[in-house]
C-alpha cells in the first residue's frame, strides 16, 4: 500500500514538473544561418537575462581566481594582441545576430600551460598563454580558435546545455521531495561555469561553433584555412589527439575535411574583407 502512495505521489508529481518543464521552454533561433547554414532551432527554459548575468557573475569568479594567483594579464603584448582580435570578431558578429556586437564584451589572458580558451555567455571570454606560446600561434590561427568559442557565446551554447541541467534538476527535486530529502537551488553561476570550462561540449555544439568560428573569422579578415593549421598543430601538441577541451570533436580526419570545405565556402568573404 505504501508503495503504491509512493509510486502514485511519484508519478503525480513528475506529471506537474514535467508540463511546468513544458510551458516554461520556447523554441528559439539564436543566429541567422549565414553562409555555412547553420539553422538548428534550439529548445531553452532559461532566457537569456538571467543566463548572462550569471556568466558574469561566474567570469569575474575566474578572474579572480587567476588574479589571486598571479596568473590574469601578465603580459601585454599578448593581452593587446587578444583583445584586437576579439574586437574584430565581436564587430563581424552582426552578421549572425545584430545585438551581439553591443554585448558587454571582455577578454583576458590567463597565465597557464594548458591549451585552452573559452568565451561564456554574452560575451566572457579568456585565452590561456600555453595556447599562444605552445603553440606559436598565427594571428589567423588565434582568430580561429578565438572564433570558435564565439560562435558558442552567439549560439548560445551555454544557455542551451544550462537549461538542460535545469530541467534535470527539476526532475531530481522532484524526486526530493517525495523521499522528504531537502530541496537545495541550482546555482546557476557554477552551472555557466561548469558547461563554459569544466565539461565537454557536445559534437553537434562543437561542429556548429567550427562552422559559424570559420565564417566569423573570414568576416573579421582572418584567413578562414588557418582553422585547419590551428588544429593540425593542436593534434600534435596532444599526441595525435585533440586537447582536452575539444574531445568531443569529430576524429581529427573528419573534422579537418569539414573545416576545409566550410573555409573555402566562406573565402570570397574573407577575400571581400581584405579589401575594405
Given at each position: 500500500m505504501k508503495q503504491g502512495l509512493f509510486i502514485s505521489r511519484w508519478l503525480a508529481l513528475s506529471l506537474v514538473t514535467a508540463a511546468f518543464t513544458l510551458a516554461a521552454c520556447q523554441t528559439v533561433q539564436t543566429t541567422q544561418p549565414g553562409a555555412v547554414g547553420v539553422e538548428r532551432q534550439q529548445t531553452m527554459l532559461l532566457s537569456s537575462e538571467e543566463v548572462n548575468r550569471?556568466?558574469?557573475?561566474?567570469?569575474?569568479?575566474?578572474?579572480?581566481k587567476a588574479a589571486a594567483k598571479g596568473a590574469l594579464n601578465r603580459d601585454p603584448g599578448q593581452v593587446a594582441r587578444v583583445r584586437v582580435i576579439a574586437l574584430r570578431l565581436a564587430n563581424a558578429s552582426g552578421a549572425f545576430r545584430p545585438d551581439a556586437p553591443r554585448w558587454a564584451w571582455e577578454s583576458n589572458v590567463i597565465t597557464s600551460k594548458?591549451?585552452?580558451?573559452?568565451?561564456?555567455?554574452?560575451?566572457?571570454?579568456?585565452?590561456?598563454?600555453?595556447l599562444i606560446d605552445r603553440l606559436r600561434v598565427t594571428d589567423d590561427e588565434l582568430a580561429a580558435v578565438m572564433g570558435h568559442e564565439i560562435a558558442h557565446a552567439l549560439r548560445e551554447h551555454g544557455r542551451e546545455r544550462a537549461s538542460q541541467a535545469m530541467a534535470q534538476g527539476m526532475a531530481i527535486s522532484v524526486l526530493g521531495a517525495v523521499l522528504g530529502a531537502s530541496n537545495s537551488s541550482v546555482q546557476l553561476a557554477q552551472v555557466v561555469t561548469d558547461v563554459t570550462i569544466n565539461l565537454p561540449n557536445s559534437r553537434e555544439h562543437e561542429q556548429e561553433a567550427d562552422r559559424v568560428g570559420v565564417e566569423l573569422a573570414a568576416r573579421a579578415g582572418y584567413d578562414p584555412r588557418a582553422a585547419v593549421t590551428l588544429w593540425q598543430k593542436m593534434a600534435r601538441a596532444s599526441?595525435?589527439?585533440?586537447?582536452?577541451?575539444?574531445?568531443?570533436?569529430p576524429s581529427p580526419q573528419n573534422r579537418i575535411r569539414d573545416l576545409q570545405g566550410y573555409a573555402a565556402r566562406v573565402m570570397p568573404l574573407y577575400e571581400a574583407s581584405r579589401r575594405r
Open positions: 550569471s556568466a558574469a557573475k561566474a567570469y569575474q569568479q575566474e578572474l579572480k594548458e591549451i585552452n580558451a573559452w568565451c561564456m555567455p554574452g560575451g566572457k571570454m579568456a585565452v590561456y598563454t600555453g599526441g595525435g589527439g585533440p586537447p582536452q577541451f575539444l574531445s568531443t570533436h
